[in-house]
């Protein structure tokens, strides 16, 4: 595949890294420097495009991808208030568009697992829940796009929780989720049931980028053969 980076940095770099070993070509790395390229994505063959920026950003590189007829993968979290903007406009052009909260395969089943223990716990109202994440101090959005994928499955499971807040909250109905930014730390996810007799506890720690960088990949290659709005379940056959 000839694929376009829109974003260059530590996760762009790993998934090029990744991309090559797989025998894919990149045509073109998008950063700060040269983002007027954006506007001349036609002068490139590309079959797909991967979009790994930023919250302010991601929205406008994902609709310029769209408009363009490519395919996109977007990793790029702190947006989701235009997500269905984005679907909208993506079903008009007839395109394909995979967003994930994470591309790690790891985390992916990692929600999997997570959806069916809070399905378990609904049952358990003794259990307080809450959630955890702890990320590099780079990271631009908080809570984490997985810890908020995470908090919307306990919540669609819980009748006692109405929503997820990113503070401390005496408010029996909030699910809190607590963020930490501490380096090098490239992602730690922790969903904890605890009552006043035991705690049961499950984590998704993330020694390195290859996970995601791995899975943008290959769900970049799905999208390049398939037309559609697409998670990481559709890729991964979840």
Not at 31 to 43: E, F, K, P, R, W
Request: hydrophobic share 40%; net charge negative; glycine share 8%.
């Amino acid at each position: 595949m000839k694929i376009a980076l829109l974003g260059y940095g530590r996760m762009g770099k790993a998934i090029e890294q990744i991309a090559l070993q797989h025998g894919h070509h990149i045509v073109l790395k998008i950063n700060s420097a040269n983002v007027d390229q954006l506007d001349h994505l036609d002068n490139y063959t590309i079959d797909v495009a991967i979009e790994f920026t930023g919250p302010h950003s991601a929205f406008e590189n994902v609709m310029k991808c769209l408009s363009m007829g490519l395919p996109v993968v977007c990793g790029s979290t702190g947006w989701l208030e235009k997500y269905d903007e984005v679907k909208t406009f993506c079903e008009v052009k007839h395109g394909t568009l995979i967003y994930a909260s994470n591309f790690s395969i790891g985390v992916n089943l990692f929600f999997e697992i997570n959806k069916t223990l809070a399905a378990l716990m609904s049952k358990h109202p003794s259990y307080e829940v809450h959630l955890n994440e702890i990320h590099h101090t780079q990271k631009k959005d908080a809570p984490s796009g997985t810890a908020i994928t995470l908090a919307e499955q306990v919540l669609e499971a819980l009748p006692n929780k109405t929503k997820w807040v990113n503070e401390p909250s005496s408010d029996a109905s909030d699910l809190v989720i607590t963020s930490e930014r501490i380096d090098p730390a490239p992602g730690t996810h922790t969903t904890t049931y605890a009552s006043a007799i035991d705690t049961i506890e499950i984590t998704h720690t993330a020694h390195n980028r290859k996970g995601f960088a791995g899975g943008a990949v290959l769900a970049a290659e799905f999208a390049a053969t398939h037309k559609g709005i697409f998670s990481m379940k559709e890729v991964l056959g979840l």
